[in-house]
């Protein structure tokens, strides 16, 4: 079964004073839009949470063959929409992959990598590694696990399962830095631009 990729967008980015960072050009569109596409692109089936089906974030994907699913309970933080992105993937019975749409260093290549190492150990975690900075993201979570997704609370993710679970992980290593790269702020998306010049 083809695992599903959720790209959790239902959050604030509070931290941007007042501007969007998932609607932040990349490669010359809205950066949760190319995240997507490179989802796609990878193999995955796309799921992308939002808090209402009319945000603008929703409009910059509505062409992109995914699926949304809105998080009434967004202001609960980002395990609101994992709770909800599970409870739509695991009737599905395939992995569920989180990958935060706010980390444009992540390459089609590195979600392929996720893929192929999730075919070899279809029950393990497979978590993204950094050379330089230890796990990180994208993190695939086989179905069999899902259902713990209800416990999750707070704005950790799913950190208390990584940690309940810590013997299935299988970790793959991505070049330099871009496993923990998340761009949250003004200044972050400058310091990231400015490495392409």
């Not at 796309?46 to 699926?67: F, G, I, M, T």
């Not at 070049?175 to 631009?193: F, I, K, M, V």
Request: hydrophobic share 45%; charged share 20%; glycine share 6%.
């Amino acid at each position: 079964m083809i695992p599903i990729c959720l790209l959790p967008a239902a959050g604030a980015s509070s931290r941007m004073r007042g501007g969007d960072k998932l609607l932040e050009p990349v490669d010359g569109l809205p950066c949760l839009a190319t995240m997507a596409k490179r989802a796609i692109s990878a193999g995955f089936e796309v799921l992308v949470s939002l808090s209402s089906e009319d945000h603008p974030r929703a409009h910059v994907v509505s062409y992109l063959d995914l699926q949304i699913c809105v998080v009434p309970n967004h202001r609960d933080g980002m395990s609101a929409s994992l709770r909800t992105a599970a409870k739509v993937v695991a009737p599905h019975g395939t992995a569920m992959m989180i990958l935060l749409p706010d980390m444009p260093a992540i390459e089609i290549n590195d979600l392929r990598e996720i893929l192929n190492a999730h075919a070899a150990n279809p029950d393990s975690i497979i978590q993204a590694s950094s050379i330089t900075g230890g796990p990180g993201h994208p993190v695939l979570f086989p179905n069999h696990l899902l259902s713990e997704f209800e416990d999750l609370c707070g704005d950790k993710g799913a950190a208390a399962l990584l940690k309940a679970h810590s013997e299935k992980i299988k970790y793959v290593l991505l070049n330099d830095n871009r496993a923990r790269l998340d761009l949250d702020t003004p200044e972050d998306w400058a310091a990231w631009r400015a490495l392409d010049l």
